[in-house]
């Protein structure tokens, strides 16, 4: 029984972590994005601060605190504030999803280059795959039935899209400045500075853009307790055990499966249905993620932007 276990973990996290965005769009109809992901974020700190006062957390320095909380700001209140938004502004989750996976494209080509790291030929055929996987889908489906390209293809706002572009570029960032600055943070500690800062920057937008209404139902319920309980908890631990069970480059490149699951689930649980020039840029996409990331899985070098999303989602 064990070794079916461990055989369908990989399977379970890509499904769990891609119910992360479903879960978004399934709570979102009751509450503000800000709203709902404020008090989900002060549920995950409640329980993190509930744990870390009951085990021997080793709690870092006030600079090393402070390092801690820029990360929340970028990795929670950037990264889950640009997804809520941009599902909420009708972005289909699968494609939102796409959109923050390019991450490691982003790491390798863009920020590699400007930390020193050499570019080598399979990343940079995996950014033109990426680029090119985007623009098919933002744009294919609207060019081939004869329409002007002046709008996204996926028939949602201009500011809807660039919310899920902010989010990708908070999760680099914040991934980046994790890795410089927090390496030796006791894990328990860093999640509570983190999720104080993100819930504080998350309630100060919703106190200032949104009137603070939550439509409380079953469903709201049910979504916010499956981002707490089984996205915010379940999933990361699940992540930290594969982590630790294999290479961490294998685990990198379960991600990369995570927009296809996703626009699946959407499709079954919304009827989200994406055109075929749309399904067929995220293909590409996704081999874009996926050339990158084995490109740069090879012994002796590091996978651009590996532990990107050791995060919660």
């Known amino acids: 029984m064990k070794s079916v276990w461990l055989a369908l973990m990989p399977a379970v996290f890509v499904f769990l972590w891609s119910t992360g965005f479903i879960g978004a769009k399934y709570g979102l109809p009751y509450a503000e994005p800000f709203t709902f992901l404020t008090l989900r974020l002060a549920l995950v700190l409640a329980g993190f601060a509930a744990f870390a006062a009951l085990t021997a957390t080793r709690w870092p320095s006030a600079a090393g605190f402070g390092h801690a909380m820029v990360v929340g700001v970028l990795v929670h209140a950037g990264y889950l504030g640009g997804v809520f938004t941009s599902i909420d502004g009708g972005v289909p989750a699968g494609i939102s999803a796409m959109i923050v996976s390019l991450q490691p494209l982003l790491t390798a080509v863009v920020v590699g280059p ?15 795959l990426g680029v090119v996987g985007v623009a098919l889908v933002l744009f294919g489906d609207q060019m081939s039935a004869g329409g002007a390209a002046s709008a996204p293809g996926v028939g949602a706002p201009v500011w809807a899209i660039g919310a899920s572009i902010v989010a990708l570029i908070s999760i ?13 943070i006791d894990i328990r500690a860093g999640a509570v500075a983190q999720y104080l800062a993100a ?3 998350t ?3 919703a106190l200032a853009f949104e009137p603070l209404e939550i439509a409380w139902s079953g469903d709201f319920l049910f979504a916010l307790a499956w981002l707490v309980v089984v996205l915010s908890f379940g999933a990361t631990t699940l992540l930290m055990l594969l982590i630790r069970m294999g290479a961490a480059s294998r685990t990198a490149s379960l991600f990369y499966l995570v927009p296809p699951m996703t626009a699946l689930i959407a499709f079954i649980m919304f009827d989200e249905a994406l055109g075929p020039t749309s399904l067929i840029g995220m293909l ?5 993620v996926a050339l990158v990331i084995g490109g740069a899985s090879q012994p002796g070098k590091a996978t651009p932007g590996q532990g990107v999303r050791r995060q919660e989602k």
Do not use: D, M, N, P
């Open 284 to 288: 590409v996409s996704v081999c874009g």
């Open 199 to 201: 819930t504080g920057v």
């Open 114 to 128: 400007l930390l020193g790291e050499r570019l080598t030929w399979r990343q940079g055929a995996g950014f033109v």
């Open 172 to 184: 680099t960032t914040g991934t980046l400045y994790q890795k410089r600055y927090c390496g030796g």
């Open 203 to 205: 309630a100060a937008l």
